[in-house]
C-alpha cells in the first residue's frame, strides 16, 4: 500500500505468537488522519499486543505496519516526536510533583516548561500542579499520564485503556478530556474493553477477540448491521400482555414482576400506539448495543 | 541532547533528595558507624602500662618521666607484690638505694617481656649517664608508621568507601529495576534521545551524591573529638575516590540488569557489597586478617577503593601510587558495564 500520505496508520495482516499463544493473529485495518479508532474486546483478545506493535516497540513476527509511512519497528528516533504513548499510570519519577513530571518529559523532546501549563489545564489538573504523583487519584493519575503522553503535541497518540479501573464519575472526565483531544485534530488510537464507552467516543470501532479482528466499522454501522429488534419496557400493570402483543409491530412479549418488554423492528408505530393509548409511564426503549453485536459475532455473552 | 541529560539529572537527584530512608541509609547510617567505632577505639594505642613502685630513687623517678608508664606507688614491697600475684599489675620495681628489682608476673609473657625491657633499659641509661663517658653506640627509636596507631585514620577511608559504594550499587540497581518495571524506561525508549543522557545523568547524580557523602564523612571526622589527620598528598585520592564511585555503579547496573524486582535487586546488592564490606578493611584493617584472607580480599573493588583512598587520605603517598588501584577499578568498570550492556532489557518481558 502506497497511500499512507492518506492513512496516519496501515496495519496489514500482522501477526505475533508467544509460544502457542497467538496472541494477534492476522490483524488488518487502517486509520485515518484525525480519526478517533477504537479497538475492543476483553482482556486477552491482543489489543495491547497489537497496540505495541503499531508503537515499534514490538516486532511483528509476520505483516507490516506504516505509521505515518515509515516501518516504526525497530525503534525510528525521527519518528518518536510525532507519536505521543500513553503508558500505565505508574510510569513516572519517584517523588515528583505533577508539574516536575511534565517538565522531564517536556524536556526530552526538547519542549520548554511553559508546555507542562497547559497540559495540565487541557487534563484538568491545574489544581494539582503541586501535588506529588504518588499523592494523586487513580483518575488524576491516569489524566495526568495522557498528558504526558500529549506534552511533545504528537499527531497521533496511542491510549491503552485510559478508562480502565476508574469510578464512573472519573471515567466521565476522562471522556472529556478524550474529547478536547480529538477537537485539536489528532488521530487517537486507543483500545479499551467497555464497549459503551467505545460507541460514544469513536469514529470507527474495531472488535477484536482472541487476536483476530471481527468486525470493523462504525459503532452505528455496526448495530445497524446487527438488525437487532428494539426493546420497549414498560411498568407493569400499564398494560396487559394481550394488549400489548396486539398493537401494531409487537412481535414478542415477555413480563416479569416488575416491568413489560415488547421487542418490535418498527419502535416508531409500536410507540405511537402507546402515545395513543397514553401509556408511558417508565418506558423505557433499548436499542442494540456493542455488546449485542460482540454477541453475535463470537456467540458468548460480552465479559470485560 | 542537553535539555535531556539535564532535566533528568534534575529528576533524579530531586527523587534522592525527596526520598528519606535513601537519604538516611546514605548518610546518617555510615556516619552512625564511623561515630560509634570512632568514640569507641579513640583511646586504643594510646594506653599506658601500669607499674607498681616502692621506695624512690633516680630509676623510679626516669620511669615516671618517661611517660609510658602509669606507675602506682605502694608503702610496701608485699603489698605491691601481692597485687602482681593476683595479676591486676604485670610487675613491680623495687628500688632499695642502688638496687633495682623487678618482681614480674610471667603468665602474661608479652608484657612481661615489654616491662622487662623498659625497666632495664631505663636503668642501663642511667648506668651510661653516671659513668660520664658519651656513649659508644648511639639508640634511636623511630616510628614506622605514622600516626596509624589511631583508629580513625583507617576508619575514615574504610566508612567512607563503603558508604559510597553501598549507595551507588543500591541507587543504580534499584533506579533501574524500579523504572523498568515502572515503564519508565519505555517512555525514555519513546522519547528521541538517545542512552547516552540517560545513562551519564544517573552517573553525574551518583558522583554528587557520593562527593556530599564523602565532604559529610570527612568534615565529622576531622573534629577534634575524633582527630583525623589528612595527609598532604589527600587530594590525590579524588581519582581513586572518583574510579571507586564508577566501579560501583556499574555494579549496580549490572544487578538492576539481572533483577526484575526490586526486593531481588535488593537482596542481590546485599550479596555482592556486605561480603566486600568484611573483607575489605571496612572496620578493621585488612592487615589483620590471615594472609589467605587478604589475598581473597584483592578481587573486591572495595579492597581497591578503601587503599587507595587510605594511601592519600592519611598515608600520604605520590602520585605514582595512583596506578594500581585506579587501573583495577577502572578496569573492573569497564568489564562490569560491558557484562551489564549485554544482560540489559528495555522491558520487563
Known amino acids: 500500500m502506497t497511500s499512507s500520505d492518506v492513512e496516519a496508520i496501515v496495519v496489514d495482516d500482522i501477526h505475533k505468537s508467544y509460544g502457542d499463544l497467538r496472541a494477534v493473529d492476522g490483524v488488518s485495518f487502517t486509520v485515518d488522519h484525525g480519526e478517533f479508532f477504537g479497538i475492543l474486546g476483553p482482556n486477552g483478545a491482543g489489543k495491547t499486543t497489537a497496540l505495541e506493535i503499531m508503537e515499534g516497540l514490538r516486532e511483528p513476527d509476520r505483516g507490516s505496519v506504516r505509521l505515518l509511512g515509515t516501518d516504526p519497528f525497530p525503534r525510528k528516533v525521527a519518528l518518536l516526536p510525532r507519536i505521543g504513548v500513553q503508558l500505565q499510570a505508574s510510569a513516572f519519577f519517584d517523588k515528583l510533583t505533577a508539574r516536575e513530571q511534565l517538565e522531564t518529559f517536556a524536556a526530552l523532546y526538547g519542549v520548554g516548561p511553559a508546555r507542562a501549563a497547559e497540559m495540565l489545564e487541557l487534563v484538568g489538573l491545574t489544581d494539582k500542579a503541586n501535588t506529588r504523583e504518588d499523592k494523586l487519584s487513580g483518575g488524576q493519575r491516569q489524566r495526568l499520564s495522557i498528558a504526558c503522553a500529549l506534552v511533545h503535541d504528537p499527531d497521533i497518540v496511542f491510549l491503552d485503556e485510559p478508562t480502565a479501573a476508574l469510578d464512573p464519575q472519573a471515567r466521565r472526565n476522562l471522556w472529556d478530556v478524550l474529547r478536547a483531544i480529538r477537537e485539536r485534530g489528532k488521530t487517537i488510537v486507543y483500545t479499551t474493553h467497555y464497549l459503551d464507552e467505545a460507541e460514544i467516543l469513536c469514529d470507527r470501532v474495531a472488535i477484536m477477540d482472541r487476536g483476530k479482528v471481527l468486525a470493523l466499522d462504525t459503532p452505528a454501522a455496526l448495530v445497524r448491521g446487527l438488525d437487532a429488534p428494539a426493546r420497549i419496557t414498560l411498568e407493569r400493570g400499564a398494560l396487559t400482555e394481550a394488549d400489548a402483543a396486539a398493537l401494531p409491530g409487537a412481535d414478542e412479549v415477555t413480563a416479569d414482576e416488575q416491568s413489560l418488554t415488547i421487542t418490535t423492528r418498527i419502535p416508531a408505530a409500536l410507540l405511537t400506539a402507546l402515545a395513543e393509548r397514553g401509556t408511558l409511564d417508565g418506558l423505557q426503549v433499548r436499542t442494540a448495543t456493542l455488546e449485542d453485536v460482540f454477541l453475535h459475532l463470537t456467540g458468548r455473552e460480552y465479559r470485560a | 541532547m542537553k535539555g535531556a541529560f539535564k532535566s533528568l539529572a534534575v529528576a533524579m537527584a530531586k527523587s534522592f533528595v525527596r526520598d528519606r530512608a ?328
Open chain 2, 22 to 349: 535513601t537519604l538516611f541509609f546514605a548518610f546518617v547510617f555510615p556516619l552512625m558507624f564511623l561515630v560509634i567505632f570512632g568514640l569507641l577505639f579513640r583511646d586504643i594505642g594510646t594506653e599506658k602500662i601500669k607499674l607498681g613502685a616502692y621506695g624512690d630513687g633516680a630509676v623510679i623517678t626516669a620511669l615516671e618521666r618517661s611517660g609510658v608508664v602509669e606507675l602506682e606507688r605502694f608503702d610496701t614491697a608485699a603489698a605491691g607484690e601481692a597485687k602482681v600475684r593476683d595479676g591486676d599489675l604485670p610487675g613491680i620495681v623495687e628500688a632499695t638505694g642502688d638496687t633495682v628489682v623487678l618482681r614480674f608476673a610471667a603468665s602474661d609473657q608479652a608484657q612481661a617481656g615489654t616491662v622487662q625491657g623498659l625497666v632495664s633499659g631505663i636503668t642501663q641509661q642511667l648506668n651510661v649517664a653516671a659513668s660520664g663517658k658519651p656513649a659508644k653506640y648511639d639508640f634511636r627509636a623511630e616510628q614506622v608508621e605514622d600516626s596509624s596507631l589511631k583508629s580513625i585514620q583507617y576508619l575514615t577511608p574504610g566508612i567512607l568507601s563503603w558508604g559510597i559504594a553501598v549507595t551507588a550499587v543500591f541507587g543504580a540497581a534499584i533506579t533501574l529495576v524500579n523504572w523498568r518495571r515502572k515503564q519508565v524506561l519505555r517512555r525514555l525508549r519513546l522519547a528521541p534521545i538517545g542512552i547516552a543522557p540517560i545513562l551519564t545523568s544517573r552517573v553525574v547524580v551518583t558522583i554528587g551524591v557520593a562527593i556530599a557523602q564523602a565532604l559529610l564523612f570527612v568534615g565529622v571526622a576531622l573534629l577534634p573529638v575524633f582527630g583525623l589527620t589528612l595527609a598532604g598528598t589527600w587530594w590525590l585520592s579524588i581519582p581513586v575516590f572518583l574510579s571507586g564511585v564508577l566501579a560501583f555503579f556499574s555494579i549496580g547496573m549490572l544487578v538492576g540488569a539481572f533483577c526484575k524486582t526490586e526486593e531481588a535487586a535488593t537482596g542481590a546488592a546485599n550479596i555482592v557489597v556486605l561480603p566486600m564490606a568484611f573483607l575489605s578493611g571496612t572496620f578493621f584493617p585488612i592487615d589483620l586478617a590471615p594472609q589467605w584472607l587478604q589475598a581473597v580480599s584483592k578481587v573486591f573493588p572495595l579492597r581497591h577503593m578503601n587503599d587507595g583512598v587510605t594511601d592519600f587520605l592519611v598515608r600520604g603517598k605520590g602520585a605514582e601510587a595512583l596506578l594500581l588501584p585506579c587501573g583495577v577499578l577502572l578496569g573492573f568498570t569497564l568489564v562490569v558495564s560491558f557484562i551489564a550492556s549485554r544482560v540489559f532489557t528495555w522491558e520487563e518481558s
